[in-house]
């Protein structure tokens, strides 16, 4: 059984623990969700990367992954979320699956909850309505949706239609053309991900990225994920118009994290302001 298979099943358990009317009853009371959107908008670059502009960074609270393993396990994830903010990040991307990634919905929750200003996505793996109104009882401004997860077309549909209906932004992760093909049939759609990490191998590549990007039209924005970790990274992406990149391990692994954020956001280094 393949690691999402694996994921899968473990999450359906989940789902059936939870408790359809309360959530959605929470969800009904929660604040109105941010405009994720908006925050991906690439703007001018101060370093003069690329063509004038640099595109947005959603920063990832990460502490392991199935491919990884332990990456991070003691990072404190508010204080990491709060360097992400001073230091460039336009958006924070929060893992909440606990068994496969050390995730928390409790991280995502006190995030919210303490006015913190970025919008926020609840990366997990959602395959049921009652996650996403469990994601906007608990404070998520979008929510993932992974096309390998959600094989069935008229369920990949109706989650993308009610996350929209709920206020939040439904991010839409492809791995190939043939997701990337199902994805752009979603009515409305506005964000695709790239995932240039393949679910078969594990191994990764920005050649995905350049490969997909084309097939997507200029009316929606693009986030290219995995596999990022140096400037000229981000260079090579923003040649093939991506709006924005999602970054985990690169950060949190990294010996001076606020340089690394500032690095893969486009801002100019402290160092070099002096």
């Known amino acids: 059984m393949s690691i999402l298979a694996q994921i899968i099943e473990h999450k359906k358990m989940e789902i059936a623990a939870l408790d359809a009317p309360v959530l959605r009853a929470a969800a009904e009371q929660s604040p109105t969700p941010r405009n994720f959107l908006a925050a991906l908008t690439p703007r001018p670059s101060p370093s ?32 990491l979320a709060s360097l992400y903010a001073q230091n460039g990040a336009s958006a924070i991307s929060v893992l909440t699956d606990e068994k496969f990634f050390m995730g928390s919905l ?36 979008a929510v993932l949706l992974i096309a390998a997860a959600l094989t069935d077309d008229a369920l990949f549909a109706d989650l993308h239609a009610l996350a929209l209906e709920l206020g939040l932004t439904p991010l839409v992760e492809v791995h190939d053309e043939a997701e990337t093909e199902r994805a752009l049939k979603l009515k409305d759609i506005k964000l695709i991900g790239i995932n240039n990490r393949s679910l078969a191998t594990f191994d990764v590549s920005l050649e995905t ?17 995995s596999g990022i970790f140096t400037a000229a990274d981000v260079e090579r992406l923003t040649k093939v118009n991506v709006d924005a990149i999602l970054v985990g391990e690169a950060l949190v692994t990294s010996e001076d994290i606020p340089a ?15």
């Open 48 to 79: 003069g990367r690329g063509v004038g502009v640099r595109v947005s960074l959603i920063a990832e609270l990460k502490r392991a992954s199935p491919s990884k393993g332990i990456l991070a396990p003691h990072l404190d994830l508010f204080q």
């Open 260 to 274: 690394k954020v500032r690095e893969l956001s486009g801002m100019e280094s402290q160092k070099s302001k002096v």
């Open 209 to 225: 990225t350049e490969k997909l990007r084309p097939m997507i039209p200029p009316e929606i924005a693009v986030v290219a994920e």
């Open 106 to 141: 409790a991280t995502l929750r006190q995030l919210r909850l303490t006015n913190y200003q970025l919008p926020l996505l609840r990366k997990d793996f959602i395959l049921h309505e009652t996650q996403l109104y469990e994601s906007r009882a608990n404070g998520a401004d």
